[in-house]
Structures are given as structure tokens and as C-alpha cells.
């Protein structure tokens, strides 16, 4: 006897617990099917693989054999190579979604020494685009006011101290001061470049007679010797070697006018490098320029005429305007319009160095050092592997020219006459005159005679 067949009841699942069939997803032979995430499109006409799906990048999700059909589905196969993902969790069935942010490398924040110098981890693109935007890497010139600062105060002590010493801030007598400032003796004692106070100088002795700090008369009616009007506590019985004027020479100004003019220039194109180099690079290329300027001239402009100012220094900065414009000639703006503009300024830069007190030595050797200096430290974007070669082949080259240059006239300055090796070239700073004996000579003006010699 057979016992009737009774069907079992079917079991009911949630369709969450279904297995996964690759059948039910194959691609009939006229239908068209696209699914839910638009990852998958067919259409029948080519009767091939899915033209919506690209097997190269199989992370997207199905994976199709080279027949149409699917060979797998793949979730997590190349779930580590997303950046911030622990391998550990690679033989899961789910994977967190796919985060731009996060999968951005992480990169450290520059050092303060880094800001300083001007180096910042940007992209090449980056850097392009800030330039051409005009964005520089520091915000504030914070060494530009700190220097402009400690002008202003030694500005005003040489203008306290000719007021104590002639009654006046501005010196009338015993000549005009034409940049309305403290008298040569003033200029001389608070620290000016005079070689006669920092090496013997051929055709002035020891004893020679000065004007002293308070004379007013011309001639001078009340003398001191050289080591007086030097200052600085003299040359404690020794020759004389106030080497630091080199130095000091920097911060001083000639009067009211020199001191606007420098400052206009110094908060304005120097603040503006600063900003593009960083304050520690801006620094180096400040005080480097600033002082070969005053070496440059120590060697050829008279040297009994005192010398003062930043305008070696600030032409130091100009120059680095010119390394810049050349080396991104493509991100400026108007380029061949501001060559014009930038030739003009330097020409009137060349021009103001024939005032009295002002040295253009100091102008073309703190352009000349600005511009190896500035070659070395700014901060100049090369585009392609040519311009990067060109830029270091340079850089290296500008190096050991700048030591070279320091040493060499250092050295000529104290060992060899300072217009053997050119004597045509005191006349780059000097229109001659019968009160400078025609350029010739020291330049310093006897007591006795009231002449040059």
C-alpha cells in the first residue's frame, strides 16, 4: 500500500539569507538590464560584455569573464590597497565606504625654521598657482619692522647727539648737512664706514688733526686727533682697526631725508621679499648685502668722506625682485612691462648715490651680493627637469662666488691700495668738484689750508 506523498512545507527565508546565485544576475539574450547602483548596463545588441563596466578596474563591483558571464563578486579583494584600512579586516564580506578625505597623505607641519627659510610641502601646482595669485609664505615682515625699528632709534641718538654737541639736531655749521642730518663728525663717531678709523691710510697720518665733535667754525677751531673723533673708546695704542664699521654703517642714516627714502623703499620692496623668503633667508641675504656693499666701497670711493645707510642692503632686496622676475617670468604679470619699471627704479637708485654721505658703491655691491644671495635662498619653482638643472647649476655656482668676493676685497682693503686696480671707478660715486680736489686724493679737507688732498 502506498502512502501518500505529503509535501513538506516549504521553508521561508528572509531574503537577506538567501545565497547569492550569479545565475540570477546573467544577462538574457534580448533584455536589457541595468541595475539599482548603475554599476551594470547591458544592452542585448552587442551580446557581449556590459558596456558600463570597465574590467580593468574590478573593485567597482562585479567582475566579468572575458564571456559576459560574472566570475565573482568582489567587495573586499582590493580592500587594502584603500589607504587607512587595516589589513586585518581584509577577509571580511564589508568594507567601510570609500573616503576621499581620508585617503589624502598626511603631512607634517613644517618646522618654525622651515616657515622661516620659506619651505612649505605643497604641490608644484600649488606653488604655481600662489604665484601667480600673488600668496606669499609669510604673512608678516616681522624682521623688516624689527630693522626699521632699530633704525628709528639710532636715527634719533644721531640727532641727540649733534644737538648736544652743536645745539642743534640738524647740522648748519660749520657746513649744511643738504640730507638735513647730524654733522660728519656726528656721522662719524656714531659709527660711520670712515677708514681712517679701520686701517692707516695712505696719505694721512696718525697725528692729523679733525674738527672735533662740537665744532661749528670752518675752518674747525677746535681740533681733536683721529682716535677722538673715531670714538669707540680709540685704538687703545694700537693702528687703527674699528672693523665693525663695516657693520654699523648699516643701521646709520645721513638725515631726514636719507631715512625716508630708505624706509619707504625697506617697508615696501623689502617687506615683500621677506614675506616671499621667510624672515631667517631675509636676514642672510639683509646683512650680506648690507655689508659687501660697505666693503665694495671701503675699496673705491674716496676715503676721507664718511659713509652711512641701508640702501646697500635694501638693494640687496631689489635684486632678489630681479632673480624673481627672470626665474618666473611665465607666472608674472606684464613681465616686460615691469623690466621697464624695475630698470627705471634702479637707475634713480644709481642716481641718489651721488649725494654726499651716500655711497653708490654700497648700491651696486649690495645689488651684486643680493643677486648671488638671493639666487641661493628664494624660493624658485621649476616646472619642468631643464629649469631645476639650470636653477641648481646656478645656485652651486653662486656659492663660492659670493666667498670668493667677500674675501678678495676684505683682503684688498686692508692689505693693497684701494684705487690701484681701477682708478676710474671712484668717479661711479663721486661728481667731481673743486671741494673734493676733482675726486682725487683721500678727500679729506686740511684744517690749515681748507683744501683736499
Known sequence: MTTPHTPATPQVHAPEDQPFDPESIKPSGHARSESQTGLIHNDSSDGGMFPGYDPKYPDAGYNYNHYGGPSEYNLVEKQESYPGTDPKYQDMDYSEPYDAARAQPLTDKPSVLAKSLGFRPVSLAQRIDDKKRGITRQRYPIVV?????????????????????????????????????????ALIFAGARYPPCMKIVQGLSLDTQFGCLNNTANPPDRLCSLEDVCGFGGFHDKDPNQWYRFITAVFLHAGIIHFLLNMLAQLTVSAQVEREMGSAGFLILYLAAGIFGNVLGGNFTLVGVPSVGASGAIFGTVAVAWVDLFAHWKYQYRPARKLVFMIIELLIGIAIGFIPYVDNFAHIGGFLMGLLVGMVLYPIISATKRHRIIVWVLRLAAIPLAVVLFVVLIRNFYTSDPYAACSWCRYLSCIPTSSNNHCKGTGYTTVSSNTSI
Open 145 to 185: 619692522w624689527a630693522l626699521s625699528i632699530a633704525m628709528l632709534g639710532v636715527f634719533i641718538y644721531e640727532l641727540v647727539l649733534n644737538a648736544k654737541s652743536q645745539g642743534s639736531p640738524v647740522s648748519f655749521k660749520p657746513v649744511v648737512n643738504p640730507m638735513l642730518g647730524p654733522s660728519q663728525s
